[in-house]
């Protein structure tokens, strides 16, 4: 895990930007209506990948800047509510974390995501911004869940350790 400012800011680009092309690739699925066609979203091609990379190249930096000004803080307290690292086998800890951050995080860029692409975007009327978010909210939030917990979190944890192994043996 991240021990110096430095190490904490690569770690944050990394689960941030991991988060960004996860939830980028998901949502431009679903606008090409993939989920509709046989097959569902194995049914996939490389346009939704191209589409997705270039909006998560500017979703990434909205994910870090929303996540170091107060969505790891505010979802670190929620996971100590529910897990006590005195007490609590680890991994549980951390799990009781992510589930925190992205009950932070989720609301707070389906928000971001309102805004962009619905409204300035998209022409959406600021009146519709309250229903526009909950639908996007309730579309993306068991996605970010499981991409969070099952691919995000366990890439980034291996990729920040090996970029760091060797400075981490060495101490």
């Known amino acids: 895990m991240p021990e110096?400012?430095?190490?904490?800011?690569?770690?944050?680009l990394l689960m941030s930007y991991?988060?960004?092309?996860?939830?980028?690739?998901y949502n431009t699925a679903?606008?090409?209506?993939f989920q509709s066609v046989a097959g569902g979203f194995s049914g996939m091609d490389y346009s939704?990948?191209?589409?997705?990379?270039?909006?998560?190249?500017?979703?990434?930096?909205?994910?870090?800047?929303v996540s170091s000004l107060?969505?790891?803080?505010?979802?670190?307290?929620?996971?100590?509510?529910?897990?006590?690292p005195s007490r609590d086998n680890p991994y549980y800890c951390r799990l009781m974390r992510q589930a925190g951050t992205v009950a932070v995080m989720c609301p707070s860029m389906s928000f971001a995501a309102t805004i962009l692409?619905?409204?300035i975007k998209g022409g959406a009327a600021l009146s519709a911004v309250p229903?526009?978010?909950?639908?996007?909210?309730?579309k993306n939030f068991p996605m970010a869940v499981l991409w969070?917990?099952?691919a995000a979190a366990p890439f980034t944890h291996f990729l920040f350790s090996a970029l760091f192994r060797k400075e981490q043996k060495q101490e």
């Open 18 to 25: 991991s988060m960004a092309i996860g939830m980028e690739v």
């Open 117 to 119: 692409f619905s409204v």
């Open 70 to 84: 107060f969505g790891n803080r505010l979802g670190a307290r929620i996971g100590a509510k529910h897990a006590d």
């Open 30 to 33: 679903i606008k090409m209506n």
């Open 4 to 12: 110096t400012k430095f190490q904490k800011v690569i770690f944050g």
């Open 148 to 150: 969070n917990m099952f």
């Open 48 to 65: 939704v990948f191209t589409g997705a990379l270039s909006e998560a190249t500017y979703m990434g930096l909205i994910v870090f800047l």
């Open 131 to 138: 229903v526009i978010w909950v639908g996007t909210l309730m």
